[in-house]
């Protein structure tokens, strides 16, 4: 399994960045798919979940600014980022759970700087 993280990039603040994250490979049933990010001598903590059935879950900081989805025809999770602070600038990576293990993306920088 493989999973293609792209959309990092430089922004200002206010800004808006699109991630996604495509998943390809021998996948057995994609139950969750996430986002995590890691700043700069932070741990990596999560961002937002959407489940297999649509649910979504984010944390408190990014609520009301970032957006999760996913197109199950293309194993593919997404995340709006809207109105981004500099304390938005990590390292971003997508996650998947599936039937038969979790799996990792590469990651994929957002620095958020005027």
């Known amino acids: 399994v493989q999973l293609q993280a792209s959309g990092g990039g430089l922004v200002q603040p206010g800004g808006s960045l699109r991630l996604s994250c495509a998943a390809s490979?021998?996948?057995?049933?994609?139950?969750?798919m996430s986002w995590y990010r890691q700043a700069p001598g932070k741990q990596r903590d999560a961002v937002a979940t959407i489940t297999s059935v649509g649910s979504t879950y984010s944390k408190d900081s990014v609520k009301g600014r970032f957006t999760i989805s996913r197109d199950n025809s293309k194993n593919t999770v997404y995340l709006q980022m809207n109105s981004l602070k500099q304390e938005d600038t990590a390292v971003y990576y997508c996650?998947?759970?599936?039937?038969?293990?979790?799996?990792w993306g590469q990651g994929t920088l957002v620095t958020v700087s005027s």
């Open positions: 996650h998947i759970s599936t039937r038969s293990g979790n799996y």
């Open positions: 490979g021998s996948i057995s049933g994609i139950t969750a």
